[in-house]
């Protein structure tokens, strides 16, 4: 049995304590402050006897992995947790209960996973969520952090659990005794993880994204606790305002003058798509040789679109289509009818490759684009001097 530190004095960073037995790289003590991990908390990180442990695992006997070391049973030893890190995770996992709290008390909500390391702090839950609902949740926790909650950990007998009592999962939970954490008079839940003294020492709590986390749960909602909430906070509210400048909009107003632009974007893709087509449908063709050619330039023209109409221009007989698309570079579209002994695919890398462009396709269709913009003009001319010359 390894007396556990972490939870009479959550906050102790260094100990010293008796090796009780050893096997190969894993060395376990009379007494430790390295959280060996669970519920969601990652486990502790440090040296011992300045060797780095690299696992930590057991529950009644805690067992350390230090790779390297010469320690026998007896040995005195001194630990020292990687603090920082410990103590950015106790932030997380109190900060975790609180957010959990706040969400369930506005929606049903059932937690399906907690996972909380330095780089990620995730809690995945089944049951329905929304921006709105989340808002006031962080609201509410940060309201509960500013004013300070003491954080208590006490030890309840099985028995006593009440259904209406503190959050638990006893079919998960080993043992008559279970942990119940509380968080002043708001929260609580059993939990054998390592917490803050107060709520306080969070600083600040924000949920940086949920997404759905089907089939686990309905969604993953990613926090933030303390100094890197603080950072993101403003960052995320500099780049909120930046956007509404570029709206024109009031910050506040930002999603539907968003809405509105989108709206007109559509309107304009309509547009576009109608005048396109009549235009295309309105190219007449010219005699090259033995060959009616159509052909013209369009700008802003859906490429599908020009594709379509290439294909229904030589599907008379006797056509050649050179169709032009000017966008932040130029698209030819060379489509010969299936009478005509023409290889469309040649001929567009011939017309392209003094341009730097390629493409591909059959005999009857080709496709393919240059890097830049080229003069159509310069394409089609060439075109017509080939055609004439075949
Ligand atoms: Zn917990």
């Not at 808002?135 to 926790?141: G, M, P, Q």
């Not at 969070?202 to 606790?225: C, H, N, Q, R, Y």
């Not at 599908?304 to 030589?314: D, F, I, Q, R």
């Amino acid at each position: 049995m390894t007396e556990k530190l972490y939870q009479s004095d959550p906050y102790l960073k260094e100990f010293a304590a008796t090796v009780t037995k050893v096997e190969g790289d894993w060395v376990v003590l009379d007494r430790t402050v390295f959280y060996p991990g669970g519920g969601g908390q990652e486990r502790d990180r440090g040296k011992l006897d300045g060797l780095q442990v690299t696992d930590v695992k057991g529950k009644e006997e805690i067992s350390h992995q230090v790779p390297g070391h010469a320690l026998a049973v007896g040995a005195k030893v001194k630990g020292e947790l990687d603090w920082e890190y410990r103590y950015a995770l106790m932030r997380a996992h109190t900060g975790e209960h609180l957010l959990f709290h706040s969400l369930s008390k506005r929606t049903e909500l059932e937690l399906v996973k907690i996972s909380l390391s330095r780089e990620r702090k995730v809690l995945i839950v089944k049951g329905h969520l929304d921006w709105d609902l989340v808002k006031d949740a962080v609201l509410e926790v940060n309201a509960i952090i500013a004013e300070g909650a003491a954080v208590r950990c006490q030890q309840v007998a099985r028995g006593d659990m009440k259904e209406d009592g503190p959050r638990a999962k006893l079919d998960r939970i080993s043992g008559d005794m279970v942990r119940v954490v509380s968080i002043g008079d708001h929260d609580s839940a059993a939990c054998a993880g390592v917490h803050l003294g107060d709520a306080k020492e969070i600083g600040m709590l924000l949920v940086s994204k949920f997404t759905s986390a089907k089939p686990a749960g309905d969604w993953e909602i990613e926090f933030l606790v303390g100094p890197d909430a603080v950072s993101l906070a403003v960052d995320h509210t500099v780049r909120s305002l930046m956007l509404a400048e570029r709206m024109g909009s009031l910050p506040r107003d930002s999603l539907t003058a968003f809405d509105n632009r989108e709206r007109e974007l559509v309107r304009a893709r309509e547009a576009l798509r109608t005048y396109g087509k009549l235009a295309l449908s309105s190219l007449q063709p010219r005699q090259v040789g033995e060959w009616k050619l159509f052909s013209g330039s369009f700008s802003g023209l859906d490429r599908k679109l020009v594709m379509e109409k290439a294909s229904e221009m030589v599907a008379s007989g006797g056509a050649v289509a050179a169709l032009i698309c000017q966008d932040d570079r130029t698209f030819l579209v060379l489509a010969c009818s299936g009478d005509m002994k023409l290889d469309c695919a040649s001929l567009l890398n011939t017309l392209l490759s003094p341009h730097g462009g390629r493409g591909g396709g059959k005999s009857n269709f080709a496709s393919g684009g240059t890097s830049g913009l080229v003069e159509p003009g310069v394409i089609l001319d060439e075109l017509v001097r080939l055609l004439k010359n075949q």
